[in-house]
T-cell receptor, first 117, second 115 residues
Framework: AQKITQTQPGMFVQEKEAVTLDCTYDTSDQSYGLFWYKQPSSGEMIFLIYQGSYDEQNATEGRYSLNFQKARKSANLVISASQLGDSAMYFCAMRSFSGGGADGLTFGKGTHLIIQP | EAEVAQSPRYKITEKSQAVAFWCDPISGHATLYWYRQILGQGPELLVQFQDESVVDDSQLPKDRFSAERLKGVDSTLKIQPAELGDSAMYLC?????????????FGSGTRLTVV
């Protein structure tokens, strides 16, 4: 069974500072993918960044980067130069490529990030 | 930009009543997912379709929940009878293929309140 753990229920960060959101995962699969999503109060899930288990370099997408440490089974999201609009829930999720076609995401409980001016 | 359409956006129903949610995935997306998100938690997968076939419904409470995707396009999720604990956000997502990296696209969800 897969499990995602996000240990920070909430975080307050000053605008323009960098922020790291923690995510650890547990899986017995060798091939898997890790995702981060942002969920504003309106409810939609917005894809931020993806890291494959065999990717040698950490993923980056604009102000978002993923600090992937495979041996530690961690996939922390780093947001540089935070903005007020970054205030939202952030979810770490994992998909396994174990075959059989079933590949739904397993999500963590999320971190509520609040950016303060 | 293509979107996953869901309706209704909000639904209030009394317990023991039947309720249904509709999802129209992005055109051409073969795989469709229904997730349930209880307030304060992450989404959990209820059912996955590949075209019109169910690939995974291991977490679907089959005594009261049903899902169908008859023509492999849009999908309906039904709850009968609804219980207070079913109050949650129901999210639909779609993707173009069943394997490999691809972007899941989520709809805006249906927020269900059971009273």
């Amino acid at each position: 069974a897969q499990k995602i753990t996000q240990t920070q229920p909430g975080m307050f960060v000053q605008e323009k500072e960098a922020v790291t959101l923690d995510c650890t995962y547990d899986t017995s699969d060798q091939s898997y993918g890790l995702f981060w999503y942002k969920q504003p109060s309106s409810g939609e899930m917005i894809f931020l960044i993806y890291q494959g288990s065999y990717d040698e370099q950490n993923a980056t997408e604009g102000r978002y980067s993923l600090n992937f440490q495979k041996a530690r089974k961690s996939a922390n999201l780093v947001i540089s130069a935070s903005q007020l609009g970054d205030s939202a829930m952030y979810f770490c999720a994992m998909r396994s490529f174990s075959g059989g076609g079933a590949d739904g995401l397993t999500f963590g409980k999320g971190t509520h990030l609040i950016i303060q001016p | 930009e293509a979107e996953v359409a869901q309706s209704p956006r909000y639904k209030i129903t009394e317990k023991s009543q039947a309720v249904a949610f509709w999802c129209d995935p992005i055109s051409g997306h073969a795989t469709l997912y229904w997730y349930r998100q209880i307030l304060g938690q992450g989404p959990e997968l209820l059912v996955q379709f590949q075209d019109e076939s169910v690939v995974d419904d291991s977490q679907l409470p089959k005594d009261r929940f049903s899902a169908e995707r008859l023509k492999g396009v849009d999908s309906t999720l039904k709850i009968q009878p609804a219980e207070l604990g079913d109050s949650a956000m129901y999210l639909c997502a779609s993707s173009p293929v069943a394997t490999g990296f691809y972007g899941y696209t989520f709809g805006s969800g249906t927020r269900l309140t059971v009273v």
